[in-house]
């Protein structure tokens, strides 16, 4: 793990405007710079860098944040990547913390494993270009298989040589451990001595999102070869089958950039297509489809096109695995090819135009291609097709979003003539076998709480309780230590019951006036994001006595320094189009910091006593008991009665 002191050397050292100067073309634009969108095609800058606040701000994107932000975002680096990308940028040790003297040697071979595995694919890839044995046998191969030479270079290919122990020599006499050589599974060690696994065979480099070798798939030229035509590397401590997806570190930038992901079977399906300009491809290189490799494309987009060849046993087989993806919240659709076609000769015949006509006008979504596939087959036969609606109904449920699930059974119920009753009770009961307790957010009610939990961020600007708690810790973070007046509201009742309002001047800081006014209503953030960030704000401010921003920003919560950046850069938007050449101004908020909090938290309270009143409203309509309603009614004019104080204050009509 990388030691604290490391990160922070890494945050202090690291310039923002130099590391994204080196992805995105910027130029000066008064105290910031300014330039393209990296993350959307744009012909007008939107993208904004503050060399000052060491972060930046994507408007048409909504992306931001700080350097490490960007680079997660751009390079789609984890977080422990790319503080490891920055140091090697800038020249900075890492420190691991505190280890077991087995945790280092366990560190210390991990990496031996990766530069035996980084020395092994230059190797390969040497014989393929400089070897005659390569030249003839692989280069020979992999040119009749259509690919050009810079394609070639590009996916790093190679050969192994036929000789039984031609690399274990050649990484021996390079000084390399024969303990990494067979823990990477490139050596086999046995009672006849050494041998290479991959001898004779062409090979595929398989790297990591980051780049780095993990592992080989090796595959055998020789017609009578009594071996397997296709050989990865085993299971070891830098690669898990499991969790790689060849072509990812390739096609990153354009799954990112196209917001979809084609998932072909084979290493020559991914190069094909990313010769012909479908870059966007990668390859489960032929096991079955994991949760993990899932994650890996969920990082780059939530679009995924299966791409099957036309043999339809094998893809009644592989269908089977594509729940998964529905369970990750994906989208999914399926393509297949013409009948003795597959990815990779389909490519190779056709042009990138056409390959894209095909892709576009024949992939189908999963759950409609997989109802017609199984339909087919049960060929009017009542049992089958019994147990096709049951399995359709059951990918269904893999889907988290309730809107998509309805539409999907009423499609299915027109197409399986099948009632929807019938489906949706077919749904409940796959539901009930893997129901989980609801959980409940403060000061709202379960239904309502689960529904803003779960919202995405555009929701913000639509949801007025969200809207405010953003406007909160936008107040904390640009004013938080400045000293403002108030005026309070001071209510009181008479001997009557009635409310009396009364108002007095007080000046405190700004966040000591938020922390009491929002202590005193006991009020708890709904969205978990503002929650986060509102407790560390008020705790630096409480303990710190200032605002420590650098140290919130650092954090490997990539969202909570976006929000930061949203805030911050906010205003910078102006400066995108000149508005004060234009001799238009934009207020300043520092000279009504005062009134800003005093309208921000009444309106805030405001929207809470509402949500009270709907609350003991609906209780009373669920509620058969009668006998406290004298009570129940007292509680809502009170409630009424606060509300109508509070939008006199606002000067608001109800």
């Known amino acids: 793990m990388i030691s604290r002191s490391t990160i922070d050397q890494v945050y202090e050292t ?10 995105v073309v910027l130029k000066k634009s008064g105290s910031n710079f300014k330039g393209l969108s990296p993350f959307s095609q744009e012909r007008t800058p939107s993208f904004m860098v503050s060399p000052v606040k060491q972060i930046w701000k994507d408007f048409s994107s909504g992306k931001g944040g700080n350097v490490v932000a960007f680079l997660m975002e751009h390079e789609h680096f984890s977080y422990p990547e790319a503080i490891r990308f920055l140091a090697k940028r800038y020249n900075i040790e890492i420190e ?9 040697e366990k560190a210390n071979a991990k990496e031996s494993l990766y530069l035996v595995s980084q020395f092994a694919q230059e190797s390969f890839e040497k014989d393929l270009w400089e070897f005659s044995e390569g030249m003839a046998i692989g280069l020979s191969y992999f040119r009749e298989r259509g690919f050009t030479d810079e394609t070639i270079r590009f996916f790093g290919l190679g050969y192994a040589a036929e000789k039984r122990d031609h690399f274990y020599q050649k990484a021996t006499q390079a000084g390399y451990s024969e303990e990494f050589l067979v823990g990477t599974g490139l050596v086999i060690k ?71 992901c084609y998932l072909v079977e084979g290493y020559t399906d991914v190069i094909q297509l990313f010769q012909k300009g479908i870059e966007n491809v990668v390859s489960s290189s032929g096991t079955a489809l994991t949760s993990e490799q899932i994650r890996l494309i969920r990082r780059l987009t939530s679009n995924v096109v299966v791409l099957f060849d036309g043999d339809a046993a094998g893809l009644r087989a592989a269908i089977r695995g594509i729940d998964l993806i529905l369970e990750q919240g994906m989208n999914v659709k399926i393509c297949s090819f013409p009948e003795g076609e597959d990815p990779d000769s389909f490519a190779k015949s056709h042009t990138e135009q056409e390959i894209n006509s095909y892709l576009k006008s024949e992939a189908k979504d999963f759950i409609e291609f997989k109802t017609d596939l199984l339909l087919k087959e049960a060929n009017h036969d009542p049992v089958k097709k019994a ?32 009632s929807e009753a019938v489906l949706f009770n077919a749904l409940a009961q796959e539901q009930n076998k893997k129901q989980k307790p609801v959980r409940k957010i403060a000061n709202v009610s379960s239904e309502k709480g689960e529904l803003i939990h779960k919202a995405p961020e555009q929701q913000v600007s639509s949801n007025p309780l969200l809207y405010l708690e953003k406007q909160i810790v936008s107040i904390l973070i640009q004013y938080g230590n400045h000293e403002a007046s108030f005026e309070e509201i001071i209510v009181s009742s008479d001997a009557d019951g009635n409310l009396i309002e009364e108002s007095k001047t007080i000046h405190s800081k700004v966040y000591e006036k938020v922390f009491l006014d929002l202590q005193q209503d006991e009020v708890e953030f709904i969205q978990p994001e503002f929650r986060l960030l509102y407790d560390q704000l008020i705790h630096s401010y409480q303990m710190e006595g200032d605002l420590k921003l650098d140290k919130i920003i650092q954090q490997d919560d990539s969202s909570l320094g976006k929000i930061i950046s949203d805030i911050l850069l906010a205003e910078e938007i102006h400066q995108l189009h000149d508005w004060e050449k234009k001799n238009i101004f934009v207020k300043q908020r520092e000279s009504v910091v005062g009134q800003l909090v005093s309208e921000t938290i009444l309106t805030f309270r405001r929207y809470l006593i509402d949500e009270k009143i709907q609350s003991l409203l609906q209780e009373s309509k669920n509620s058969e008991a009668t006998e406290n309603s004298s009570e129940f009614l007292e509680d809502v004019m009170q409630y009424q009665g606060l509300k109508k104080l509070l939008s006199k204050k606002l000067n608001r009509v109800l």
Do not use: W
């Open 14 to 23: 690291a310039r923002v405007e130099e590391v994204i100067g080196d992805f």
């Open 96 to 104: 691991e913390t505190e280890q077991t003297q087995e945790e280092k």
């Open 190 to 260: 046995n009672e006849r001595g050494a041998v290479d696994r991959f001898r004779g065979r062409v090979i595929f480099p398989i790297r990591s999102m980051a780049g780095r070798v993990q592992g080989f798939g090796g595959r055998i030229l020789s017609a009578t070869a009594k071996t397997a035509k296709y050989l990865n590397s085993p299971e070891s401590e830098i690669y898990h089958k499991s969790q790689v997806l060849y072509g990812i570190y390739e096609s990153k930038k354009a799954i990112a950039r196209e917001d979809v």
């Open 387 to 418: 147990a096709t609606v049951r399995e359709i109904v059951q990918s269904i449920s893999k889907i988290p979003d309730p809107i998509q699930q309805e539409i999907y059974i009423k499609q299915c119920a027109t197409s399986m003539e099948v």
